[in-house]
Structures are given as structure tokens and as C-alpha cells.
């Protein structure tokens, strides 16, 4: 693994080979020029080294990882031979035997879920279906005895299907990877969800549907149809009228209570359409699923031609549909109008844009984890969020992670902060939004002017995180350096810009709140930084052992925590063989200097969440000795959440709501920390009841309800 210099070298040898310098050098000045010299060089190299460019809207790269192939016919395929299975794939087909063949050849080999039978129904084929029966074992097949039509040949087989969800599809497609699964996920992420559909695309790559509207007239559209399928709108999770009938995914028993697809609209066409109107009047949901991806080759069952065949029956079944739904359908726009809100039906509920630097990345930094904190309270209040990030060089994990819980994330060339493109979207789209946040002033101070420019009505919400310049100033007074103490003065103006122009302000830390108090005059609210859930039961005092130290290592104040640490107060411990383990991204390389001197100190890098959990549990004390910093400390308050009593300085402590009843003081010399560390390491009955506390504390300060309550006040107050 490279050291962060080692990162900032390998991409310095990029640079220099590239023909990008005139954007690079740019980037560097507006950087510089926001941040300083020192700030704004290393945030550059920061964004350059560590991040993973998305280039999604790219016209001139529509290449898709698709998988469609014509499979060898000798493969005799062993599908999987479940008495009772999870899901019961639906194929309906007449003739097309080899289109058929090869659809089931994609479901067998891009799925890992095996709980699935596949089920083809053959509507009196006048072709031979002998290609399937010799190249599947254990398919099921129902062959008609005479021609149903599409609708009843559905209807018939899923009379004869045993899983817990049927899933539709057309034999003239080809799943991709993960296709089933992604269906499935859907149904245990969120609550009442009823039927679920994929994203549908041409073979050439080009989209054919992410979810369909319906407009007041009973007319529909495949929404995004023939665009680029890499587009932001196109790929979040989201509710939407209708799913077209090539790939869907409904609960059996769901199915069976509606009736299945309404004959009425026999032989097809509009069933799809109905039985999703029909599941929401159940009470569930109908969801689109951007990444279980399906390959359509739309048209080779029925044409295209509406005026003749099977086709034509698309038009006299519109007629149908708003018959039978005109009353539903008056809630719904004209054809064409309110497409940002129609498309994934939130029409009239609350819709709030966030912008911050980068996506949160909740397993490297705190300043993340408080802005993926907000996010989940907005959405469980029922608003519909939107982000944009300044840098979007950021590993993709972290956008999925937000588009899977519905967050529709704004990436790509409409949207770069260099030549401002991001100013056309809030041009044709601010007053879609109820309210926009912006976090951080380096980064939305030319967003805050630009909205107010543009005369928006709704609610600018600023949260700067922390004070940032204060420490700036303590630290210029301490050194008497006047370049830092000019630094400080110049972020100091441009927060102060923030506070005093937005219509009320975010503040995580109660002594930050105080400080403010005195001199902005606009409505300030205390918000929670961060929520956590709180276990019963967490291992106790005999169960633990050694030290914890948990911080990203772009941060400064936690360099010179763990090196205060590491020199002055460790090597006492250490002759009490007690081990200390410490877990940050972007760990320098004088930290692994130590653990040559110390054999009891481990060093973890980036680690998964869950492997984070087990330290969590197995360690007896978090230790925060911060000499320096700003604003509430996540790591203290997550510390306290999983039970661990923490030992650190007054400003570890700092900014948390606190009365006579808070039982933490703060250690801020080495013999205080020592003497600290081994009190409570070494008795019991002090463990326990600085876990307690911990515990009792976090419920009752850090939780979800806070959080939304301070979002609904402001957001939804007149």
C-alpha cells in the first residue's frame, strides 16, 4: 500500500506526463485562492491522488459492461432443483425458441441467488421447443394446449408457481449481472414494497426505460428513453408510476390477492401498467431498480407498428386504463409538465438539494459520517434528497451507496465546479427544491451567491461543521505567525459570509452555538452531529483488552494527537503490556516508525465497517488525546455508543451538551492521561460505570429523533 507522499509522487508522475495541465493549474489557483496556499495545494493533491474520476456523461462513451451473447446450444445447463423456491422466474413465450434459449442462458449464468425456478410458458409454439428440453434440466415448462395470448399464458403459469415472488420476463431478453439480486434487495431496504422493475436498455446500449409515467390522460412515457443510461436521473432507486412488463418482480401472495394481470386488457398491452396502479392501491410501493440491469430487444414479439397485430391493441387499451383509472389519474400532470418531480412520483412532497466537497465517505472521516447522518434523517422524514459533491473523484462505492437509499447524486461534466457548468442545473431546477444545505464554506460560498442571484425562494441552510479558524487563530497566537493568523481572519470573513446570508445555520457543537450567539444576528439551531444506535448489550470489562485509537490522518489535529501520544505517554503504558491499536485512513509513515519500538501497537488502514465493529468490541478504552480541533468529536461519541469509556483532553470533550451528571473531565497533561488510562483499565467498577454513562449519554443526546426534529422545524416552518 503507498504512503500518502508515495500517492502525491505517483500522481505528480501522471501529471507530468498528461496533456491536462492548463485544467490542472487552474483547479490549483481557485484552490489556493479559497483555501491558501498551503490548505489549497494540499486539498488538490488530495482530490488528485486519492480519487477515482466518474465520467458517466460522456457522450462519446456509451459502452456499457453488457453481457449479450448467442450461448453455445450444447451447453445441458443444470438449473437449479428447488421443491420450494424464493423466486419463480416467468418466461411467457410463443415461438422465438432461440431468443428464449438465450435469456435463460443469461439467468443461469449472472445470477448467484440459486433460489429460483424458471418457469416457460409456451403458448402453443408452432416452432420446436426441443432446443430447450435437451439443453435444461430441471426447467419447468407449461405448454398451452391452445394460443392464450400474453396476459392469460401470465396469468396461467403463475397459477403454477411456488415462490414467495414471481418475476416477469419477456423471453427476448438478457439479464445481467446481479439482475435477480438487486430485485430482491429492494424488498428488504425498504418498507410496503410491492412489485419491482429493472432498468431497461437497447442493445446497442442506449436506454429504453428507467421506470415509466403515466400522465393525466392515461398516455405513458418510458422515461429516458434512447438517452445515455449513465446519467445521474437515471440511477438512483425511486418510486415511479409503472414498470413495463419485460422484467418485473412481485410478491406471490400480492398477486394472487389483486387477481394477477386484469383480463380486461387481454391479449396485452396496459397490464403492466394496471397491475402497478393496482399494487399501489394495495398500499405498497412500485420501484424502479437501476442495478438490476436487462437487456430488451423491444419489438421482437410484437412489432412496433401500432396499427397492426398484437401492437395495435396498445392504443385501444390506453382507452382502457383511463377509464378505469380516471380518477386516480387527475392527481396525476398534463402530458410533459412537472417531468422532475413526475418521474419518480414526489410531486408535492419536500425535495432538499445538498452540496458538500465530496460524497460522504462514512467509513474515513466524521465530517462524512454527520453529512450520511442527515441524509437518512431527511429520508426518513419523506424528503427527497439530492447531492452534489464539488470533488467528484471519489470511489464509486460511495455513490451506489447513496443511490441505493434513494438519493439521486448529481455527477459528471453538467455538474463541475471548474467552469461552474453546476450553475445551470440550479438555473432550470432551484425552485424545484424546498431547501438547499450547504455544507462548508470553501466550497458554497459561490453557490450561496449564485442562489441568492438568482432571486431562489425556498431555504438556504448553512452547516460549516466546525469553527475551523479558531483553532487557526490559537495556533497563530501560539507560534505568533502572522500568515496563519491572516488564514484564520480570511475563513473567519467568509463564514461569517455564510452565517449572516443564510436563512438559518447548522451548529453541532453547544460552545460553538454560545460563541456565535454573541455576534450573528440570523436564526442559528443546535443540531446532533451524529446518531447512533445504541446496543442493549455490549461485551463488558473481562472481554476487552488494550487501547483504541480511531481518526483519519488528513485531519491535523490527529497527527499530532498520536504523536504527543506516541512519545510522551505510550511508553509508559506500554511497560504495563498494554496493547494500543490505531485505525485511520491515510495513516503517515512516522506512525509505523513506532510500531518497530513497540511490539503491542497494531496499525490498520481503511478497514471495512464490520471489521471496525469487532475493535469496537474487543477494545477496553478509546483513547482522543487531541491537543487541537473544532467542533464535537464523532469519534468520542461513537466511542461511547459501543460501551468503551474514553480517555482524552478538554478538547475531545468539547462542544457536547453537558450538565452536573457528565461524567468525563478532561486529561491534558501526560501524567493526567497516564494516570486516567490506568485507573480505568485496571478497575472494574470504574469501566462499568464510564460504560453505562457512555451509553445512557449517546441515547439520550446523539439519536435520530433529534436530528429530524431539528430538520422538520426549520424546513417545514413557514
Known amino acids: 500500500?503507498?504512503?500518502?507522499?508515495?500517492?502525491?509522487?505517483?500522481?505528480?508522475?501522471?501529471?507530468?506526463?498528461?496533456?491536462?495541465?492548463?485544467?490542472?493549474?487552474?483547479?490549483?489557483?481557485?484552490?489556493?485562492?479559497?483555501?491558501?496556499?498551503?490548505?489549497?495545494?494540499?486539498?488538490?493533491?488530495?482530490?488528485?491522488?486519492?480519487?477515482?474520476?466518474?465520467?458517466?456523461?460522456?457522450?462519446?462513451?456509451?459502452?456499457?459492461?453488457?453481457?449479450?451473447?448467442?450461448?453455445?446450444?450444447?451447453?445441458?445447463?443444470?438449473?437449479?432443483?428447488?421443491?420450494?423456491?424464493?423466486?419463480?422466474?416467468?418466461?411467457?413465450?410463443?415461438?422465438?425458441?432461440?431468443?428464449?434459449?438465450?435469456?435463460?442462458?443469461?439467468?443461469?449464468?449472472?445470477?448467484?441467488?440459486?433460489?429460483?425456478?424458471?418457469?416457460?410458458?409456451?403458448?402453443?409454439?408452432?416452432?420446436?421447443?426441443?432446443?430447450?428440453?435437451?439443453?435444461?434440466?430441471?426447467?419447468?415448462?407449461?405448454?398451452?394446449?391452445?394460443?392464450?395470448?400474453?396476459?392469460?399464458?401470465?396469468?396461467?403459469?403463475?397459477?403454477?408457481?411456488?415462490?414467495?415472488?414471481?418475476?416477469?420476463?419477456?423471453?427476448?431478453?438478457?439479464?445481467?449481472?446481479?439482475?435477480?439480486?438487486?430485485?430482491?434487495?429492494?424488498?428488504?431496504?425498504?418498507?410496503?414494497?410491492?412489485?419491482?422493475?429493472?432498468?431497461?436498455?437497447?442493445?446497442?446500449?442506449?436506454?429504453?426505460?428507467?421506470?415509466?409515467?403515466?400522465?393525466?390522460?392515461?398516455?405513458?412515457?418510458?422515461?429516458?428513453?434512447?438517452?445515455?443510461?449513465?446519467?445521474?436521473?437515471?440511477?438512483?432507486?425511486?418510486?415511479?408510476?409503472?414498470?413495463?412488463?419485460?422484467?418485473?418482480?412481485?410478491?406471490?401472495?400480492?398477486?394472487?390477492?389483486?387477481?394477477?394481470?386484469?383480463?380486461?386488457?387481454?391479449?396485452?398491452?396496459?397490464?403492466?401498467?394496471?397491475?402497478?396502479?393496482?399494487?399501489?392501491?394495495?398500499d405498497y410501493k412500485v420501484m424502479y431498480q437501476p442495478f438490476s440491469a436487462v437487456v430488451h430487444f423491444e419489438g421482437v414479439t410484437h412489432g412496433t407498428d401500432v396499427n397492426k397485430g398484437v401492437k395495435k391493441y396498445q392504443v385501444v387499451n390506453q382507452k382502457k386504463f383511463l377509464h378505469k383509472w380516471q380518477q386516480v389519474l387527475q392527481q396525476k400532470s398534463p402530458n410533459g409538465e412537472n417531468v422532475f418531480s413526475e418521474r419518480d412520483r414526489t410531486t408535492g412532497e419536500k425535495h432538499i438539494l445538498i452540496v458538500d466537497h465530496y460524497l460522504p465517505q462514512v467509513d474515513r472521516d466524521a465530517g462524512s459520517r454527520c453529512i450520511s447522518n442527515f441524509i437518512d434523517s431527511m429520508l426518513e422524514l419523506g424528503y427527497h434528497v439530492k447531492f452534489l459533491g464539488e470533488n467528484q473523484n471519489v470511489p464509486k462505492k460511495y455513490m451506489r451507496a447513496l443511490q441505493e437509499k434513494?438519493?439521486?447524486?448529481?455527477?459528471?461534466?453538467?455538474?463541475?465546479?471548474?467552469?461552474?457548468?453546476?450553475?445551470?442545473?440550479?438555473?432550470?431546477?432551484?425552485?424545484?427544491?424546498?431547501?438547499?444545505?450547504?455544507?462548508?464554506?470553501?466550497?458554497?460560498?459561490?453557490?450561496?451567491?449564485?442562489?441568492?442571484?438568482?432571486?431562489?425562494?425556498?431555504?438556504?441552510?448553512?452547516?460549516?461543521?466546525?469553527?475551523?479558524?479558531?483553532?487557526?487563530?490559537?495556533?497563530?497566537?501560539?507560534?505568533?505567525?502572522?500568515?496563519?493568523?491572516?488564514?484564520?481572519?480570511?475563513?473567519?470573513?467568509?463564514?461569517?459570509?455564510?452565517?449572516?446570508?443564510?436563512?438559518?445555520?447548522?451548529?453541532?457543537?453547544?460552545?460553538?452555538?454560545?460563541?456565535?450567539?454573541?455576534?450573528?444576528?440570523?436564526?442559528?439551531?443546535?443540531?446532533?452531529?451524529?446518531?447512533?444506535?445504541?446496543?442493549?448489550?455490549?461485551?463488558?470489562?473481562?472481554?476487552?483488552?488494550?487501547?483504541?485509537f480511531v481518526g483519519g490522518f488528513n485531519h491535523p489535529p490527529n497527527k499530532d494527537a498520536m504523536k504527543w501520544f506516541l512519545d510522551d505517554i505510550y511508553p509508559q503504558l506500554s511497560v504495563h503490556n498494554i496493547g494500543l491499536t490505531i485505525v485511520g485512513s491515510l495513516v503517515p509513515d512516522f506512525i509505523f516508525k513506532y510500531k518497530e519500538q513497540f511490539k503491542n501497537i497494531n496499525i490498520q488502514s481503511e478497514i471495512p465497517v464490520d471489521e471496525l465493529e469487532r475493535l469496537y468490541a474487543k477494545s477496553r478504552i478509546a483513547v482522543v488525546p487531541l491537543l487541537s480541533g473544532a467542533g464535537v468529536k464523532g469519534k468520542v461519541i461513537e466511542a461511547m455508543a459501543k460501551g468503551i469509556p474514553v480517555v482524552g483532553t478538554d478538547t475531545a470533550f468539547e462542544g457536547m451538551p453537558k450538565d452536573d451528571s457528565f461524567a468525563y473531565k478532561g486529561a491534558n497533561s501526560v501524567q493526567e492521561m497516564i494516570a486516567e488510562i490506568l485507573r480505568i483499565y485496571s478497575h472494574k467498577d470504574a469501566w462499568e460505570k464510564l460504560s453505562a454513562f457512555g451509553k445512557t449519554y449517546v441515547r439520550d443526546n446523539f439519536n435520530k429523533e433529534n436530528m429530524k426534529a431539528v430538520f422538520k422545524n426549520i424546513i417545514e416552518r413557514a
Open 1 to 282: 500500500m503507498k504512503s500518502k507522499v508515495g500517492k502525491y509522487f505517483y500522481y505528480f508522475k501522471r501529471f507530468a506526463k498528461s496533456d491536462n495541465k492548463k485544467k490542472v493549474a487552474k483547479e490549483l489557483a481557485k484552490e489556493i485562492k479559497r483555501k491558501g496556499i498551503i490548505t489549497g495545494t494540499k486539498s488538490l493533491l488530495h482530490k488528485k491522488a486519492f480519487g477515482n474520476i466518474t465520467d458517466f456523461d460522456d457522450e462519446s462513451n456509451l459502452t456499457l459492461d453488457l453481457s449479450i451473447r448467442n450461448y453455445n446450444k450444447k451447453q445441458n445447463i443444470v438449473l437449479p432443483d428447488n421443491t420450494d423456491p424464493g423466486v419463480s422466474i416467468i418466461i411467457p413465450m410463443y415461438n422465438q425458441v432461440e431468443y428464449t434459449y438465450n435469456c435463460i442462458c443469461s439467468i443461469y449464468h449472472n445470477c448467484r441467488y440459486n433460489g429460483y425456478e424458471i418457469i416457460v410458458a409456451d403458448d402453443n409454439s408452432t416452432e420446436s421447443i426441443d432446443l430447450l428440453l435437451e439443453n435444461f434440466q430441471n426447467l419447468v415448462l407449461i405448454k398451452n394446449e391452445s394460443n392464450l395470448g400474453f396476459l392469460k399464458n401470465c396469468n396461467n403459469a403463475a397459477s403454477k408457481a411456488k415462490g414467495k415472488y414471481l418475476v416477469f420476463l419477456n423471453n427476448d431478453t438478457q439479464v445481467q449481472k446481479g439482475w435477480l439480486e438487486e430485485l430482491l434487495s429492494c424488498f428488504d431496504r425498504f418498507d410496503n414494497v410491492g412489485l419491482v422493475g429493472s432498468k431497461l436498455l437497447y442493445e446497442n446500449g442506449r436506454l429504453q426505460e428507467a421506470g415509466g409515467i403515466i400522465w393525466q390522460d392515461g398516455s405513458g412515457w418510458n422515461y429516458g428513453n434512447d438517452d445515455n443510461p449513465k446519467r445521474p436521473e437515471y440511477n438512483y432507486v425511486k418510486e415511479v408510476d409503472y414498470i413495463s412488463g419485460a422484467s418485473i418482480m412481485i410478491i406471490n401472495n400480492l398477486w394472487k390477492k389483486i387477481g394477477g394481470f386484469d383480463e380486461h386488457f387481454a391479449p396485452a398491452y396496459y397490464e403492466d401498467t394496471d397491475l402497478c396502479f393496482q399494487v399501489r392501491k394495495e
Open 406 to 548: 434513494g438519493v439521486e447524486v448529481l455527477y459528471g461534466h453538467a455538474f463541475d465546479f471548474d467552469d461552474e457548468s453546476w450553475k445551470s442545473y440550479l438555473e432550470k431546477n432551484s425552485a424545484n427544491f424546498d431547501a438547499i444545505l450547504l455544507s462548508r464554506a470553501s466550497v458554497c460560498l459561490p453557490v450561496l451567491k449564485f442562489i441568492r442571484s438568482i432571486a431562489y425562494s425556498g431555504k438556504v441552510i448553512y452547516f460549516g461543521h466546525d469553527l475551523g479558524y479558531r483553532r487557526l487563530e490559537r495556533e497563530a497566537a501560539d507560534k505568533k505567525n502572522t500568515a496563519l493568523a491572516k488564514q484564520a481572519k480570511n475563513i473567519k470573513a467568509v463564514e461569517d459570509f455564510m452565517y449572516a446570508n443564510a436563512d438559518n445555520s447548522l451548529v453541532i457543537s453547544v460552545d460553538e452555538l454560545d460563541y456565535l450567539k454573541q455576534y450573528i444576528t440570523k436564526p442559528l439551531s443546535y443540531i446532533p452531529g451524529y446518531f447512533f444506535e445504541v446496543a442493549a448489550r455490549t461485551p463488558g470489562y473481562e472481554e476487552r483488552e488494550g487501547l483504541l
